[in-house]
């Protein structure tokens, strides 16, 4: 039950940071700001922690490899938010991650198939069908590949934090570590696609991006608490649950799903609770 807990609330905060992102006037700058926000957010907190952040062996090493896939997660995402509405994109990124993770967590990782395991992925598959490969009309051209492209680092960053937190890693520093990787990925990719130094490198609506860093580090640090309690096939697959919130969220915002969309974000949600079943 506790560790239900802490993905759904985990689940609530991601939709609603991923919404400011949405919101922010210059994605790709307000992005960076979210990651810089949780990186001196855990950074703070990490010298304050009882014992070793992570003991010998390869946990560490996990942790820096959760940060690449990060770096890749942050650009990819604020790729696919520009090119496509909230509720379209998040359905499909979280869906793509489910669909990686679940097998790679029961064939190397050691997790059980339960019995609705099957009908509960086709459940999935039948949701971001609904959802549709375009997501409407005004959106960009490339929004699936940028969505795909997130729900690849999802899976990479969902898999390594699991096997770093199994090594012994404590869940704030091994945050902190993955975003100090990570924060050099998006200043690299910025400079290289908008040239050093620009007025816009830094985000706009500071008190926007600041608010977005703290639920994105909260959002993380509950689901890092949680990996280390439960299995990392299980725990993706509930906290997509997510969608529900995002496509809410999205409609705060001023989108419009149609029914069908509705129908497909309910599916994906539905599903990923349905694999997460004992």
Request: hydrophobic residues 55%; charged residues 10%.
């Amino acid at each position: 039950m506790l560790v239900a807990a802490l993905v759904l609330a985990s689940a609530l905060l991601h939709a609603l940071w991923n919404a400011l992102l949405k919101k922010a006037p210059g994605i790709e700058a307000a992005s960076f700001g979210i990651l810089a926000i949780s990186f001196l957010a855990t950074a703070a907190m990490s010298p304050f922690l009882p014992g070793p952040a992570f003991p010998p062996g390869p946990a560490l090493a996990w942790g820096l490899g959760a940060g690449v896939w990060e770096g890749l997660y942050f650009l990819a995402l604020a790729g696919a938010l520009k090119r496509a509405p909230l509720g379209w994109t998040y359905t499909w990124m979280r869906g793509g991650s489910l669909l990686l993770v679940w097998p790679i967590s029961l064939l190397f990782l050691g997790e059980r198939i339960r019995p609705l395991s099957g009908l509960a992925v086709g459940v999935v598959g039948a949701g971001l069908g609904l959802m549709g490969l375009v997501p409407g009309r005004g959106a960009a051209r490339g929004g699936l590949a940028w969505a795909g492209a997130v729900g690849a680092a999802i899976a990479g960053y969902t898999l390594c934090y699991k096997l770093s937190l199994a090594h012994g890693a404590r869940a704030i520093p091994l945050y902190a570590v993955s975003m100090a990787v990570s924060l050099p990925i998006q200043v690299l990719a910025r400079g290289l696609a908008h040239g050093f130094p620009r007025s816009d490198f830094l985000a706009p609506r500071g008190t926007l991006v600041v608010g977005a860093g703290l639920l994105c580090t909260a959002s993380f640090l509950l689901y890092l608490q949680a990996l280390a309690l439960g299995g990392a096939g299980l725990l993706a697959t509930l906290r997509n649950s997510s969608v529900v919130f995002a496509v809410l969220f999205a409609r705060v915002l001023g989108e419009r799903p149609s029914p069908r969309q509705w129908a497909g974000a309910c599916l994906v949600a539905a599903g990923a609770v349905g694999l997460a079943w004992p």
